[in-house]
């Protein structure tokens, strides 16, 4: 389309289902974002709408308004945080872009923008789903002048939020704590994350939920952001005196990393961003069916039912051989396990972890005929088989290093740090990445593999190749090793895992089936980084294990019924050794595994939703269809209330127009009287019978329950099917 338009086809609404994003791309100047938030009506006037925008100039300031568009630029239309800065070889870091085409798609626009002065086109790139809503915004930079531009920062979207969105949601963590929650006020002055671990890490995951003060699961208005990216990354709320409240995102290069030759051209992430007028569950309904439709690539394109797993590092660690192994496979198999992983220790001469990275052939004092009879005997047991990897790591103490020890990250003669004893390796570097394909490529060819769990245990230090930085090159080397293993072998599955939950985001998730959240196993803490974590990711890529009786990173002991209860909610599995359950435990496993079989198709493909709780010890949750015909929820008492009567619990996702017959499909927990004529009828097969008015507003009478345990309830619309 020729520019020089001014009339209202510059003007471009994007709907989803509840929510407008208008695109206001009038005159030759950067467009911007006119409206973002619920629903506009169908027949709204958007030139009225958007002139009625206009800013008055104000005191004391230049001598014509700019207010902020899609990419705010340094020194001209904005004096806050640019979304693109660098500069020309020629010291020129000033950059006016004009619009020089607009392209309509299917469901979004193509903005292309030209610096002529600096010889620089830029590409924005903003697209709906028109099923859930979700923005995806992504950019590009074309160097098109004859001398190199140092790219400092290209920010993926630049999207804006009302004043009133006041509060924020940012995600805090460590190993063995991650997708903690921590509530910011946002002020002018900038709030915002930087990372420079060279993966998405533990501690600045890259996604933040603004709001109206005081939002919750079920109120207020929310806007949710997240930036697809494994590597480092930037994403800040800045709030102007102006009063712009912008957001922005990208990936954060590291000085000199990004210097775009003649021609060249660097692409963003991708920054994904939703709305929900109902507080944080319509949010998080956004990016799970999002994710599901739009982000996941199943093998045969369908997920198939998320096979109940057995992961055996907390079961013997590195302590392998075929008996302990196959014994372990027979118990798995018993209680109900559909797939087995054989975790870390099966390779080189690993036993323990300062050695063997890079050497990726069975142990032979292990596996003295390789994995086969391992995998013959778990597949005869009518388990699918998973193997551990992590191949972007070498060991000093490896045959791989030993050959090459070039082909580590370093900037030398600097120092080369290890994490956990190893190094990584410069997948950068054509021959390295090759030794490693090969490697993995003869694994899957000759091991009847269905499923890896793909690990990664070190920040990234120094990101660096010959001292320049490389985090970025290193990350897309990352994302094309997994890229052409799954062409090859479009079968296989893998899992995301990174010392825990530190590579969770929807970049490696394009290329990958499940996250590994954490190495916390204690079903107490796993509450909280649940929560967290199912903010941005649906429960079935939710890797969430039955753990030992007293966790291996806590210390603490919990029953078997609150841990299987915890895991129940997400993908399933189990990591202790199995041998050690005596027959009542292994019956109540069972009886744990069959119940998440029973729900398994609404666990995992229905709507996540927390209560709002006025009681903080404990977290109200379930999963229910979205027609809202039934329901199965969860109360996990964390810590001793502050009530002596339980406070009522509210079921969010139920029709409060119908009514529900409630029932307990697990046996209560121990120490849950059962102190009302209801309670009592509840236990009984029938269950009881409640309207869903009550269920979702005024609230249901709990039992009181003693800490660490939880209490699943199952509803159905009673004129449900
Ligand atoms: C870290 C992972 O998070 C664990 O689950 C386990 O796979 C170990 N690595 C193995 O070394």
Redesign the pocket.
Do not use: I
């Given at each position: 389309m020729p520019n020089r338009h001014t009339g209202p086809d510059r003007l471009i609404r994007l709907d989803g289902p509840h929510s407008t994003f208008v695109v206001d791309a009038r005159g030759d100047g950067v467009p911007r974002c006119a409206y973002w938030g619920s629903s506009l009506p169908a027949d709204t006037d958007l030139e009225t709408f958007c002139d009625a925008q206009a800013r008055p100039v104000p005191r004391n300031a230049l001598d014509a308004d700019t207010p902020p568009t899609l990419v705010p630029l340094a020194g001209f239309d904005r004096l806050g945080a640019p979304a693109l800065s660098g500069s020309c070889a020629d010291g020129r870091s000033v950059t006016a872009l004009v619009l020089t085409h607009l392209t309509r798609e299917a469901d979004g626009v193509v903005l292309a923008l030209d610096d002529a002065a600096a010889g620089l086109g830029l590409e924005v790139h903003v697209a709906i789903d028109p099923q859930t809503g979700v923005l995806s915004l992504r950019s590009a930079l074309h160097n098109r002048g004859p001398h190199p531009y140092r790219l400092d920062w290209l920010a993926a979207g630049t999207l804006p939020l009302p004043l009133d969105a006041a509060e924020a949601l940012v995600f805090d963590g460590q190993w063995n704590r991650e997708f903690h929650e921590r509530r910011i006020v946002l002020g002018q002055g900038i709030a915002g994350r930087e990372n420079r671990r060279g993966r998405t890490s533990h501690d600045a995951f890259p996604g933040l939920i603004a709001g109206q003060a005081g939002f919750g699961e079920t109120r207020g208005a929310v806007y949710g952001f997240h930036l697809g990216w494994s590597g480092n990354h930037r994403l800040a709320v800045e709030t102007d005196v102006e009063g712009a409240r912008l957001v922005q995102a990208g990936e954060l290069p590291m000085p000199g990393e990004i210097v775009l030759e003649s021609d060249e051209r660097y692409d963003t992430p991708i920054l994904y961003a939703a709305f929900s007028e109902h507080g944080l569950n319509g949010l998080s309904d956004a990016f799970h069916r999002f994710v599901r439709r739009r982000v996941l690539v199943w093998p045969n394109g369908v997920m198939a039912p998320r096979p109940v797993t057995f992961n055996s590092?907390e079961a013997v660690y590195f302590h392998h051989d075929l008996k302990t192994l196959s014994d372990l496979a027979d118990v798995a198999a018993e209680v109900g396990a559909e797939r087995f992983v054989l975790?870390?220790g099966w390779f080189g001469d690993r036993d323990d972890?300062t050695s063997s990275l890079g050497d990726w052939t069975p142990d032979h004092r292990k596996w003295p005929d390789g994995l086969t009879p391992l995998i013959d005997h778990v597949r005869g047991l009518g388990m699918s088989f998973g193997l551990?990897v992590e191949p972007e790591m070498v060991n000093p103490d490896s045959d791989l290093y030993r050959a090459h020890p070039d082909w580590a990250l370093h900037a030398d003669p600097l120092p080369r740090p290890t994490g956990r004893h190893q190094l990584v390796l410069d997948l950068t570097n054509p021959e390295a990445f090759a030794h490693i394909h090969v490697a993995l490529d003869a694994l899957l060819q000759h091991n009847r593999i269905d499923y890896l769990?793909w690990?990664m245990?070190r920040d990234l230090a120094p990101g660096t190749v010959s001292g320049r930085a490389a985090v970025g090159r290193q990350t897309r080397a990352v994302y094309a090793l997994i890229d052409r293993l799954r062409a090859d072998h479009p079968h296989v599955e893998i899992e995301s895992?990174?010392?825990?939950g530190a590579r969770a985001d929807l970049g490696i998730l394009s290329r990958t089936h499940r996250i590994?959240p954490s190495?916390c196993n204690d079903a107490l803490e796993r509450q909280t980084i649940q929560r967290g974590f199912s903010r941005f990711f649906p429960p079935e890529l939710m890797g969430a294990h039955v753990g030992p009786p007293q966790s291996h990173t806590t210390g603490r002991r919990l029953t078997l019924a609150f841990r299987a209860t915890t895991a129940l909610f997400g993908h399933m599995g189990m990591e202790l050794d199995l041998r050690t359950l005596d027959r009542a435990h292994r019956t109540e496993l069972t009886g744990f595994i069959t119940l998440h079989k029973r729900f398994r198709d609404l666990l995992h493909s229905g709507q996540r939703v927390y209560a709002d709780d006025p009681d903080e010890s404990r977290l109200t949750y379930g999963t229910v269809r979205p027609d809202a015909g039934e329901g199965l929820f969860c109360i996990a008492q964390l810590t001793t209330s502050a009530w002596r009567t339980p406070p009522t619990v509210r079921l969010p996702g139920l029709d409060p127009a119908r009514t529900y017959r409630l029932t307990l499909p697990a046996p209560p927990p121990l120490g849950c009287p059962i102190g009302t004529p209801m309670h009592a009828a509840l236990a009984e097969d029938g269950g009881v019978v409640l309207p869903g008015a009550l269920l979702t507003r005024s609230g249901f009478q709990p039992p009181p329950l003693w800490p660490a345990s939880a209490l699943v309830m199952h509803a159905v619309a009673t004129d449900a099917a």
């Open positions: 590092w975790d870390d972890d551990w769990k690990d245990n895992c990174s010392s825990g590994w190495d």
